[in-house]
């Protein structure tokens, strides 16, 4: 989650990468109830993440699916 | 940004190597009931990811396919039902308790074209040109060389290849706690 960057950002890298043709197919925010379903935190931590994210007016985490083609070479 | 002193690997390598599977809830919140038969109760117990990318890949009979940070395997396994026999799923992952999960797991599925191996997305161990489609699922996120994972993506798509990902995106800035968290920098 730290490392999530804006949706743009991702796009731009693979863009200077290469690909093409890139779409963004999905977006839906990610609560932080859902994380809870993971064995990767602890409750203390995620109650902690979400403190920390009101108080401090953090912007949301969103889940995309997003899709991008290599060039067809000719 | 990753605090420059935080070893991003070692905290992913660390975290994933030390789950342990309570449940199959996220596996059961992402698949459906057709995938969901598919998969042993050890392989959906493992499921990590994010979303469903596969959803979305258009997989074809035949087709090579890269899972980047395969984890347990769901991605991998359902990659592998899709492109037949004839077609392959590759599995990439940091962690080699996760790779030894997924290796046993293929065997015990009798999942002949599926296999498993151990490496970094930033450095794909293998040619390039030679995969159809590149997956991935909540796993870009994890790389603080993130320009880096997508060159070697490319480089290791054919021509007219796709990359297919899901992933967490913020449109602004986390608080600095968050980022200085090493536990916020795992999942």
Redesign the interface.
């Known amino acids: ?7 743009q950002a ?1 796009e731009e ?2 863009r ?4 093409v043709e890139i779409e963004m ?3 839906s925010k ?1 609560e932080i109830e ?2 809870r ?6 409750v203390e ?1 995620l109650n902690w ?1 979400e403190t ?2 009101e ?2 007016g ?16 000719d | 940004m990753a605090d420059p002193s935080m070893d991003v690997q070692r905290i992913v390598r660390e975290t994933y190597g030390a789950v342990v599977p309570e449940n199959s809830n996220v596996a059961e919140a992402l698949y459906d009931s057709r995938d969901l038969e598919y998969l042993p109760m050890d392989v959906r117990m493992l499921a990590l990811g994010l979303g469903n990318p596969l959803r979305y890949a258009e997989l074809r009979e035949g087709e090579v396919v890269l899972d980047l940070g395969s984890g347990g395997g769901i991605d991998t396994f359902l990659a592998g039902r899709d492109v037949g026999p004839s077609g392959e799923a590759i599995g990439l992952d940091l962690t080699e308790t996760m790779i030894n999960h997924a290796s046993r797991s293929a065997e015990a599925m009798g999942a002949a074209n599926v296999r498993f191996e151990p490496g970094a997305m930033e450095d794909i161990p293998l040619p390039g040109e030679s995969v159809d489609v590149v997956i991935s699922n909540g796993v870009i996120n994890l790389s603080d060389q993130k320009q880096q994972v997508f060159n070697e993506a490319y480089r290791v798509l054919k021509p007219g290849g796709r990359l297919v990902f899901a992933d967490s995106v913020v449109n602004g800035t986390l608080p600095e706690e968050i980022l200085s968290s090493e536990a916020a920098w795992a999942g």
């Open positions: 989650m730290a490392g999530a960057l804006a949706e991702l890298h693979m200077c990468s290469g690909f197919l999905e977006q990610l859902r994380l379903y993971y064995p990767l935190f602890t931590f993440m920390v994210m108080r401090e953090s912007p949301p985490i969103y889940r995309v699916h997003i899709r991008g083609r290599k060039p067809q070479v």
